[in-house]
């Protein structure tokens, strides 16, 4: 037996997954909204993203810059 773990794929290598149970009505909420940003910007609007704009947001409103929030603007 070997106590090596399963490879990750190159998107998630230095990556966290963060998740909340959420109740179901408001997963939908979130999705329809994702719905919508994403018509209204012309490309998809994952969930992920949409979680990661809102977490960078609100850790800038109590003076948080995180670093990868100021890497991704740097690529966009």
Do not use: N, W
């Not at 959420?22 to 993203?49: A, N």
């Not at 949409?50 to 850790?59: D, E, H, K, P, T």
């Amino acid at each position: 037996m070997t106590d090596s773990k399963p490879a990750r794929a190159a998107h998630r290598i230095g990556k966290t997954l963060v998740g909340a149970y959420i109740d179901k009505t408001d997963v939908f909420t979130v999705q329809e909204l994702c719905l919508r940003l994403s018509r209204e910007r012309g490309s998809r609007v994952t969930m992920q993203e949409f979680i990661l704009q809102a977490i960078s947001r609100q850790c800038a409103r109590h003076g948080v810059k995180l670093p990868c929030a100021a890497r991704a603007h740097k690529k966009a």
